[in-house]
């Protein structure tokens, strides 16, 4: 069995360093500018290439096609919105709090969906997902099908979230030390076995790996990460509801991943990142921006099948 290669620290290559550099003068330059919307932008690629990568995790580094991946930010997105709704605004125990909400709804549906294969594992996954979509409309006390309004933004001790830039550097600080930790994670004998897994099941299994308990626990992980991502999103657009959690915003997250690359570290940034401004310079251009999205991401695709990263050559530590 070939060793899963080892992956290179996301912040030592020259040019991750640069582009660190660029997102951090990002908010300076833009309010220099007078340009402050592309603060707000700019936060949102990052929250989405939170969600995005952690689906990444299990889906370009595990093997598992998840298409309910968006039900993990619609919990963290509510957890937030209901403790804040209950008096509790304090980042510091609501956004944990999230985190720990979709890690256990994770494992309940990690329990279950990972049982199965194939393409049962896709159904399963959506209908866990769209389970939760209408249990969250029919409870009418949190707003229903209408969403649930946040009074404000969650509070942090010494930190100015209320503020555009502070949010900003916020979100960039959680997105780098999530990174970096994933990283670290893959480069562990857990996420070396994870993927071997995703490379041959019946060989690790036949080694002696649990490989039930291998997926379940890197499905957990990216679950936690993606109520992660959802908190940050309430907090964000100061509003949540159950489309957070639908089919279509799962296939979303799925297409940025393919987009950046699947089992490309950097392909849930990378794709995130092209889907949202593509997103944002159509919509400018054209009411049917859909179509004409639709359409270049049908090119990029076509041009770069295995996603954009695949035009960067892979490296490898010797």
């Known amino acids: 069995m070939m060793k899963p290669s080892v ?14 550099c660029m997102l951090v003068a990002l908010p300076f330059v833009a309010e220099a500018l007078d340009e402050g919307f592309y603060i707000t932008v700019a936060s949102r690629i990052l929250i989405f290439a939170l969600a995005a990568t952690s689906l990444n995790l299990i889906l370009g580094f595990g093997g598992m ?9 619609g919990i963290g997105a509510y957890a937030v919105g209901m403790l804040m709704d209950a008096g509790l605004a304090s980042a510091a125990l609501s956004w944990p709090m999230a985190v720990l909400a979709a890690a256990v709804f994770a494992a309940i549906m990690g329990a279950i969906s990972l049982r199965t294969q194939g393409v049962y594992f896709i159904m399963i996954t959506l209908a866990f997902a769209q389970m939760l979509y209408f249990f969250m409309v029919s409870l009418k006390a949190y707003g229903g099908d ?34 970096v930790g994933l990283q670290r994670l893959l480069n562990s004998p857990l996420g070396h ?10 060989r690790m299994t036949a080694l002696g790996f649990s490989v039930f308990r291998i997926k379940l626990m890197a499905f957990v992980v990216a679950g936690a990460i993606g109520g992660l991502s959802g908190a940050l999103l309430a907090n964000q657009n100061g509003f949540v509801s159950p489309s ?18 699947v089992g490309r570290l950097y392909g849930g940034l990378v794709g995130a990142a092209v889907f949202l401004l593509l997103e944002e310079i159509l919509v400018a251009f054209t009411i ?3 179509l004409a999205l639709g359409a270049l991401l049908l090119t990029v695709v076509l041009v770069a099948p295995n996603g954009l990263l695949s035009l960067w050559p892979k490296r490898r530590r010797p």
């Open 146 to 179: 209408d969403g649930l309004s946040l009074a404000s933004r969650s509070t942090w001790s010494g930190w100015n979230i209320n503020s555009d830039v502070g949010f900003y550097f916020l979100v960039l600080g959680v997105f780098v030390l999530v990174f």
């Open 193 to 202: 076995a994870l993927q071997a897994i995703r490379d041959n099941e019946t």
């Open 244 to 261: 957070l959690m639908q089919w279509s915003q799962s296939g979303m997250l799925m297409i940025m991943v393919i987009l950046g690359g």
């Open 65 to 73: 096609v998840s298409f309910g991946h968006a039900a993990f930010m």
């Open 7 to 20: 992956l290179d620290h996301p912040l030592r290559a020259p040019w991750a360093l640069l582009a660190l």
């Open 288 to 290: 049917h921006w859909t």
